[in-house]
């Protein structure tokens, strides 16, 4: 039987980019980054969950070819693909938080709901990320 | 596909989600604009050709899902509804509904009970699909029909 989810990967448009984005404005941690060739494997984790990595990977060779890389790049551009969802321990917080470290496209301020509190927001080239605070949401003040 | 055209699709998604946040404010065609950093001339038509739908009808559906969702999970009248959501006319809401829904506010709400989904599911993928009619008229945007998710 499948045990646990080890790796689940997005696309970004530029590597460094996304890794400044998830890690310096996100807050996360860079994981592997390894070369081999041209490659380079780059991945994201929580800090205390190294278990459970986010690869970012570029549209392009060796990935793909020039016609597939050029779709791709126009399907992320237009939020058109998966993106991800983090739980956090204070929604509130955290959008204060994103807000002072200068992100600006969110998609929806903390939102309290019947299953917690949750936001939303897009990465710098288009993919959707919500992040939730479970369980009973926060009185409204 | 440019970096230009990436750059654009970029802002007109900016403004999308601008619509997406502020549905029930009074929003006006270059006031979004902006948001994209698109002239008003320009917007309506770009904004078309990215997402397969005007600016203007995107809007209404974000309107009447956001008020479906109203009519299943609160009791509030079909008049608060309407305002929460941004109409500023009961009988523009009304048509507008019935139009992308197929039934009025009232018979809907008789129809439908609350849907256990988070949130961002459900802003996603319950804003009303185009009808058959309005696919056939906007049929050279082919992809607004898949943008419909299944």
Redesign the interface.
């Known amino acids: 039987m499948i045990t646990r989810l080890n790796v689940a990967s997005i696309y970004v448009?530029d590597k460094e980019a996304a890794l400044d984005f998830y890690v310096n404005k996100l807050g996360l941690e860079k994981g592997n980054d390894v070369r081999q060739g041209d490659y380079r494997w780059l991945t994201i984790r929580v800090p205390g969950q190294p278990e459970v990595e986010v690869s970012l990977e570029q549209p392009g060779p060796p990935l793909h070819d020039a016609a597939t890389a050029?779709?791709l790049?126009?399907l992320i551009?237009?939020?058109?693909l998966g993106g991800l969802?983090f739980i956090t321990n204070d929604a509130r917080e955290l959008f204060a938080t994103l807000k002072a470290r200068g992100v600006t496209?969110?998609?929806?301020?903390p939102?309290d709901?019947f299953?917690g509190t949750?936001m939303?927001l897009?990465d710098p080239?288009?993919n959707?990320i919500?992040i939730?605070q479970q369980g009973k949401a926060t009185p409204k003040p | 596909m440019t970096r230009d055209a990436e750059d654009l699709n970029r802002r007109l998604l900016r403004a999308r989600d601008a619509m997406d946040r502020t549905y029930a404010e009074p929003l006006d065609v270059p006031a979004v604009a902006a948001v994209a950093y698109v002239s008003p001339a320009h917007f309506s038509r770009s904004f078309r050709a990215v997402f397969g739908e005007t600016p203007h009808r995107y809007l209404q559906r974000r309107r009447v899902e956001r008020s479906m969702f109203l009519l299943r999970e609160t009791e509030r009248s079909v008049t608060h509804i309407c305002l929460d959501v941004g109409f500023s006319s009961l009988g523009t809401f009304s048509r507008t509904f019935r139009q992308i829904v197929g039934e009025t506010p009232s018979a809907y709400r008789r129809g439908h009970g609350p849907i256990v989904a988070p949130h961002c599911v459900q802003l996603a993928a319950m804003r009303p699909r185009l009808t058959a009619a309005e696919t056939r008229r906007s049929s050279s945007f082919g992809e607004a029909v898949l943008a419909a998710p299944a």
């Open positions: 448009l050029e779709a790049r126009e551009t237009k939020g058109a969802v496209d969110f998609t929806m301020e939102t709901h299953y949750d939303g897009r080239f288009g959707p919500r939730l």
